[in-house]
């Protein structure tokens, strides 16, 4: 009898784990459906990593009592090898070439300014100086005070001889400070009301790179959505409300899914119309690493941190709710080294991404 019983709660954890494999296979390719026509199933590439974490709790349970049965969530693994490359990388350091350029990628939340008493040094803007970037890519760039716009030039002017901003609407502004010159911009057009992506055509001594800086579609949750949301993915929403809450938080989260698909789409299209250019590509996509937006921008170019950068690499921090959001890429004229996120910076609701990039 009780042999029987063990074989069947055998047989019932290796279905429930089979299962598991199954979702997480089709979450973690959930980043083919298209936003516009399934937007609440575009959606659900936020839920991979707890079927990451319950594959790697069934391999530590048939480790210790079936060891045999560890196959079951290795073979997870393994069949579903990209997207878990793709939102948790594993990669060897190399130390990268003392000529290559370093990038990064900051959402800096308008510089935090009012956390700073007026006349006083800006901490996000000495941050940025300090880090001595050859290429700067800024988002959420509006300084919302006078003197604080000051302090700004005064010390950014020290390090970048180029500079050059894009603003959407009387919205969002994304900025490009450079160390080489900055020939001319173009805005990527799509539809949004305050979000913006651009193309800043910098001289690389002979060349001329392309950089694409982005600030796709935003989220729109407030800080309590945040909290209720990161509530929801842990089934901790109560009450008689839960339900209710728990549907308008997707359909929020389905909506900014929905609208940034187009905008996606945009900056894809522009990449492939300038194939064979050298291109670098970042911003903030307000999406996670298993979604429409990363796979199709991403799609003609070398994603930096995949290439090269190891853990999660989590962006954006605020509220409870903690992703990669923020991105660097490149196309096949680079070489990668070194990408990370800086999350010992936490002044913006983002963290800082950066990278080495040699040309080849």
Known sequence: MIRQLKRLTVQLVAGANVGTVILMLLVGYSDCINPVTHPFLA???LLFPIFLALNLGFLVFWLIFKWRYAL?????????YGP????????VNREAPSDALKVMSFNVWLYAYWTVEEGKPNPVVDYLAAQDADILCLQEAQMGRKDGQEYLDSVMSKHYLYADTVQK??????????KYPIIRHEQIHYESRSNVSAAFHVKLGNDTVIVINNHLESVGLSPEDQMQFKEMMKGQLKGETSKQESRRLIDKLAEAVRKRAPQADAVARYIRTHRGRSIICCGDFNDSPISYAHRVVARELTDCYVATGNGAGISYHHNGFYVRIDNLMCSDDWVPYACKVDDKFGLSDHYPISCRLKKR
């Open 43 to 45: 959606t659900i590439g």
């Open 72 to 80: 079951i969530p290795f073979i997870g693994y393994v069949i579903c």
């Open 84 to 91: 878990v490359r793709t939102y948790i990388p594993v990669n």
């Open 169 to 178: 609407n009387h919205g969002d502004v994304i900025a490009l400070y450079s």
